[in-house]
């Protein structure tokens, strides 16, 4: 198969989801209501924080960092495949792909380490209360916050380099939602076995730790909350660790699919399925999830939406 060169202006054509779908029509405004929903929820999460005092602590300051990571994730992928589907032109530079590509690398990996962060948060405010405020402190959460950007940043770039080096054939054509590296890989015109094994050892060095760390934090959290003397202190707590833990299960099961599992058990219609789940769906349920049950967001949306609403008569 000839070669072609990228960097001679060529590109890829992305045949997405919405163009091999059975209703593209139906489905392409079923992804834009969940887009909007995901901007309108974590924007109002984001503004809560920002503006409301009693939110200024360590565990929602690592939450408003999570919103902007969703808030982006979702928006490096969604608005592309929109505009693609409407105007019908689904090419792409070489450059582009290769941005797209680190953006959605970076803010997947910076996720992942904050939500293990997240997990940290909660086991020093439980099983620790007396010491939170100073393990906790402001330069430790931005610390953490700085870990997750930087790391994930690295990491995103060996992988784009070393997926973009590769030779590709002139069937440029890929069938997915945007460009990752599975699907990438299927087009180069060279061995790619040894990447592949690669791709699998950085995918679990990178995803099992934080998980890891997640487990054995939730694990001492149980174990102090069965302790509680307080029916109310056991309740409070669980709750709040109950948001977190599904958002945990929602990341991890999408990731560990793409990244972790071999290239053989991949299918594109799978592929497709579990990027439009964590790229599209989890960033809008994410702030739903730890907003509806939690009384300070709920308390703090509705005083500012108070604010609005007399400043708009006055």
Not at 259 to 280: A, E, G, M, R, W
């Amino acid at each position: 198969m000839e070669h072609w060169n990228s960097t001679l202006g060529s590109g890829f054509i992305l045949v997405g989801i919405l163009n091999d779908s059975g209703s593209p029509e139906l489905l392409c405004a079923t992804i834009t209501v969940l887009y909007t929903l995901a901007l309108t929820s974590n924007g109002l999460l984001l503004l809560a924080i920002t503006m409301d005092a009693r939110l200024h602590v360590p565990m929602y300051l690592l939450l408003g960092k999570l919103s902007l990571m969703d808030l982006l994730f979702t928006s490096v992928v969604t608005p592309k495949a929109f505009m693609d589907f409407l105007l019908s032109e689904n090419t792409i530079s070489f450059g582009g792909c290769a941005l797209q590509m680190f953006l959605a690398l970076t803010l997947g990996g910076a996720e992942d380490l904050l939500l293990a962060f997240m997990a940290y948060d909660r086991y020093v405010a439980i099983c620790h209360p007396l010491n939170y405020m100073v393990l906790m402190r402001p330069r430790v959460c931005w610390l953490m916050v700085a870990t997750s950007w930087i790391l994930a940043s690295f990491s995103a770039i060996v992988y784009t380099v070393y997926t973009m080096h590769y030779p590709f054939c002139k069937a440029r054509e890929i069938s997915h939602l945007l460009y990752e590296i599975p699907p990438l890989l299927k087009l180069a015109c060279a061995d790619t076995s040894r990447y592949e094994l690669m791709v699998y050892v950085m995918g679990v060095t990178f995803l099992i730790p934080p998980f890891v760390a997640i487990l054995v934090s939730y694990t001492l959290i149980l174990l102090t909350v069965l302790h509680m003397p307080s029916n109310e202190g056991r309740q409070k707590a669980l709750v709040t660790c109950s948001s977190h833990l599904t958002v945990v299960r929602m990341f991890y099961g999408a990731a560990t699919f793409m990244y972790v599992l071999p290239s053989s058990l991949h299918s594109p219609k799978q592929d497709n399925i579990i990027s439009v789940f964590y790229k599209i769906v989890t960033p809008t349920l994410n702030p739903l999830i730890y907003s509806l049950r939690n009384k300070e967001v709920m308390g703090a949306l509705r005083r500012i939406l108070g604010k609005y609403m007399l400043w708009t008569h006055s």
